[in-house]
């Protein structure tokens, strides 16, 4: 669970610094869209990176479900009985979220999906208008509203999930190093949540049209 993580993190954080090229306007954005169907020419053929990249990336997003569901059943087989607080006092608001904004994480991937990959729920849906589809999608306030929802479930689930990879994996080690890691795992998660969601904000806003 704490591979699959971090190698998603690894590609929110190039996926974010890719959508931030769209207030360079649309050449530039639909250029960077169109470099990407050629990344590993003439060795690939037209799209194959991408393909090879949306399988590995459905292949994390399995085994991360997959693996939070068995812990899941670890968990309750270990503690059939409730605990007497819903909120245990020890655990942080993100914590306690983690499987529901995983659930919201799952769902929101299906629609993005559909929406910009497949181009089917998408108001412009154009092949190779990498651009317009973006802005038709968010100048409509409730698929902005669905989007920045989605992108602050994620912040949470960053902000505890990169800590719990970092124990999980052995680096932390001390406390001074469970202070470093906590701290990067909050900066992480505010940093690419608000890279994210400046895009539909700009749209909304006019400053991107």
């Not at 639909?30 to 292949?59: E, K, M, Q």
């Not at 995983?102 to 089917?120: E, K, M, P, S």
């Not at 470093?180 to 400046?198: C, D, E, P, Q």
Request: aromatic residues 12%.
């Amino acid at each position: 669970m704490a591979a699959t993580g971090l190698f998603m993190l690894l590609f929110l954080i190039a996926h974010m610094l890719g959508n931030l090229k769209i207030f360079f306007g649309r050449e530039e954005f639909d250029s960077y869209a169109h470099w990407l169907r050629t990344i590993g020419s003439p060795v690939l053929h037209n799209a194959w990176f991408l393909w090879i990249s949306r399988f590995v990336l459905l292949a994390c997003v399995v085994l991360h479900a997959v693996s939070a569901y068995q812990l899941s059943r670890r968990d309750l087989k270990a503690r059939p009985a409730k605990y007497a607080h819903r909120l245990r006092p020890t655990a942080s608001y993100a914590t306690n979220t983690m499987r529901f904004g995983g659930i919201i994480l799952g769902l929101f991937i299906i629609y993005h999906i559909l929406d910009l990959t497949a181009l089917v729920a998408n108001p412009n849906g154009v092949e190779g208008a990498a651009y317009d589809n973006v802005v038709a999608d968010f100048s409509h306030w409730y698929i902005a509203l669905v989007y920045i929802v989605a992108m602050l479930a994620l912040c949470l689930h960053i902000s505890h999930g990169f800590w719990s990879a970092a124990r999980t994996l052995g680096a932390v080690s001390s406390a001074t190093k469970a202070t470093a890691y906590k701290t990067t795992a909050i900066v992480l998660g505010v940093v690419i949540t608000l890279g994210f969601i400046s895009v539909p904000i700009a749209v909304l806003s006019g400053l991107v049209d």
